[in-house]
């Protein structure tokens, strides 16, 4: 479940981003870029640096 949590935080997030943030189509496309491009670093990191496993 924790390996899920900062993903739907993310979503979380960009939801209430293009909700409440930018009105235009370039706005929405880049916060989402930004948004996709960080969950890619985020499952990088924990590919190259996986979480102990008890």
């Known amino acids: 479940m924790l390996y899920w949590l900062p993903r739907v ?3 979380l997030v960009a939801a209430i981003l ?3 943030g930018p ?3 370039a ?3 880049h916060t ?3 948004i996709i491009l960080g ?3 985020l499952s990088l990191t924990l590919h190259v640096f996986p ?3 008890h």
């Open 27 to 29: 706005g929405v496309a």
């Open 23 to 25: 009105h235009t189509a």
């Open 18 to 20: 293009i909700g409440f």
């Open 51 to 53: 979480p102990e496993r």
């Open 9 to 11: 935080c993310a979503l």
């Open 32 to 34: 989402l870029l930004v």
């Open 39 to 41: 969950l890619g670093l």
